[in-house]
């Protein structure tokens, strides 16, 4: 029933930006989780942040001062600004969507199709 659409994926060179965003159908409940998980080739899923209705933000660590996630309810949409990003950064990034963010930091919820990003030496 969750739509999500992710955009902003692509190749950028080492240190350089991209900004991530994911649209979905779920900020009219008043309890509401999405982030982004990714995976890179010979790794596992990793949670990279999350934002909840409630304002709370979780980042992990090796993203800590070089991502951030805001977000935008009047557009339904979710930001995440990846600046100084390096080579291990390349994954695909998928958009998570649930209620909790409990919930969603267990893996589980609606997910979008996926966006690669790739960062070049």
């Known amino acids: 029933e969750v739509r999500i659409v992710e955009s902003g994926g692509g190749l950028v060179q080492a240190g350089g930006s991209l900004r991530l965003s994911c649209t979905a159908s779920v900020f009219h409940f008043d309890d509401y989780a999405i982030g982004w998980f990714r995976q890179a080739p010979g790794k596992e899923r990793e949670a990279v942040s999350a934002?909840?209705?409630?304002?709370?933000?979780f980042y992990a660590d090796s993203v800590k001062g070089r991502f951030t996630i805001s977000s935008d309810n009047a557009k339904n949409t979710v930001y995440l600004q990846m600046n100084s990003l390096k080579p291990e950064d390349t994954a695909v990034y998928y958009c998570?969507?649930?209620?909790?963010?409990?919930?969603?930091?267990?893996?589980?919820?609606?997910w979008g199709q996926g966006t690669q990003v790739t960062v070049s030496s």
């Open positions: 934002i909840s209705s409630d304002g709370s933000t």
């Open positions: 998570a969507v649930t209620f909790h963010m409990s919930i969603l930091l267990s893996g589980s919820g609606s």
